[in-house]
């Protein structure tokens, strides 16, 4: 049935980030908005759920290996790559696929609880995947990793993948919940000829490509030294004229910005994981100049350490301000929209991220009732949204809806039983660290 909620104040973060005043969101009966705005243009009449604080679209987690729960803590003072040869990638040659189930179970709720509606994923298993986020009622972007190692033929990989589109469609599940995507790891770990063959295959079906991008300073010397920069190799095989999401993308060229933003490339800005292993500071502030599509992610639980989002907001305004040396560089409006529309963007999608009629009904209450709040929500516009990003975060996130289905009531996933999955993902994570 059609829904209305109402608040004192709606953030539906369209791009000029505004603020209304006793705001209503609607609700038609296939979980998408059919109205945001102010509850005195609100049309006809609808029994109100009436909550007491903030509602905002759930924030968009643009690039994560969520299923990484099971991983958190090892390794955690090592650099990126020594970090992937010693520690992750042989913990992950032990991965069954009830592993996985585990551990995105987990990392579902744990996003959920934090506002977090969106993830774009890339892991072993993705089925599996798929089932656990059906299961905890989130919604998700994801790929099984495309890599060239011994004993793994990336051809089957690929393949895998578009046996799945082709069976299941693009996106599938209540309220399109799983979209499908290719997710080659990097250019790195695959020759051009795989990436091409990733080109050609999500081109034809309009999927979209998810792929590290110069993450590391020392990890792609060898693309560097034979085409100018991993953006360039990408641009040569064709995958720039798709879909294509770049995680991280941390040192890039003027000239690589540059050919993002001619070719609409989407990056997804990790600043947590970069400064924890020390990966570099992205050049945040360029690329918003030169128009590139920004969203912010939280990379891996093992590399973050959590799935927090609101984390990367607070970080992703503090680093552009600390590297620019400019306490203007990215305002708490801005680095909100980075975590919501602006993720929706970056994976080229105008379904999610924001609160407009059309757009799927994922969205989020915040609470008034703490200390973030206690002058009340009838301060200046700048300075509720100020508050919401510096002061309270995840801490006040108290219900969460996906497609107009709430998903976490009073801090707790609905679905799924938080004691549950956390000993589901203790016992899986026992058995990879034996």
């Keep these: ?17 505004s603020v ?36 905002l679209p759930g924030l968009v987690n643009a690039h994560a290996h969520s299923p ?43 996003m959920l609880r934090h506002g977090v509606t969106t993830s774009a994923e890339m892991y072993f298993f993705a089925e599996q995947m798929a089932e656990a986020v059906l299961d905890t009622g989130a919604r998700v972007v994801l790929g099984g990793p495309i890599i060239d190692l011994p004993g793994i033929d990336w051809r089957r990989m690929i393949e895998a993948t ?48 998810q792929i590290h991008v110069a993450e590391a300073a020392d990890e792609d010397a060898k693309q560097r030294a034979e085409h100018g920069s991993v953006p360039r190799l990408l641009d040569e095989v064709g995958m720039l004229r798709g879909r294509t999401l770049a995680a991280h993308a941390v040192h890039l060229s003027d000239e690589d910005i540059a050919l993002f933003a001619a ?4 990056v997804a800005h990790c600043p947590g994981s970069n400064a924890k292993l020390a990966s570099g500071i992205a050049r945040l502030t360029d690329l918003r100049a030169a128009a590139v599509s ?40 801005d680095a909100l929209l980075l975590a919501t529309r602006g993720g929706a963007d970056a994976l080229g999608r105008d379904d999610i991220g924001a609160l407009e009629a059309g757009r ?57 039983d938080r004691g549950k999955a956390q000993a589901g993902a203790r016992e899986a994570a026992s058995r990879l660290r034996g």
């Design 1 to 17: 049935m059609p829904q209305r909620f109402r608040a004192p104040v709606v953030l539906p973060c369209d791009p000029g980030c």
């Design 20 to 55: 209304i005043r006793d705001g209503v969101i609607d609700v038609g009966d296939d979980g998408r908005i059919t109205y945001c705005g102010p509850a005195a243009a609100a049309p006809g009449q609808l029994p109100a759920t009436e909550l007491t604080g903030i509602l």
């Design 68 to 110: 990484m729960t099971l991983l958190r803590g090892m390794g955690g003072d090592l650099p990126l790559l020594r970090w992937l040869h010693e520690i992750i990638w042989p913990a992950e040659a032990k991965l069954r696929a009830d592993d996985v189930r585990a551990g995105m179970v987990l990392g579902s709720v744990e």
């Design 162 to 209: 578009d046996r799945w589109i082709d069976t299941d469609g693009l996106r599938f599940g209540p309220g399109e919940r799983v979209e499908v995507s290719y997710a080659p790891h990097s250019a790195y770990m695959l020759p051009p000829e795989a990436l091409r063959h990733v080109t050609e295959s999500a081109a034809e079906r309009g999927a979209l490509v």
């Design 263 to 266: 070719r609409g490339t989407g």
């Design 294 to 333: 920004v969203g912010l992610g939280t990379d891996g639980p093992a590399s973050n350490d959590d799935l927090d989002l609101w984390e990367e907001v607070q970080l992703s305004a503090m680093l552009a301000r600390l590297s620019t040396q400019d306490s203007t560089a990215l305002r708490a409006a």
């Design 360 to 416: 799927w009904a994922d969205f989020v209450h915040v609470d008034p009732d703490g200390p973030a709040f206690a002058t009340g929500l009838d301060e200046p516009d700048e300075q509720v949204v100020s508050n919401l990003v510096w002061a309270s975060g995840s801490r006040q996130v108290r219900d969460v809806w996906v497609a107009g289905e709430q998903v976490v009531a009073g801090g707790e996933t609905v679905r799924v």
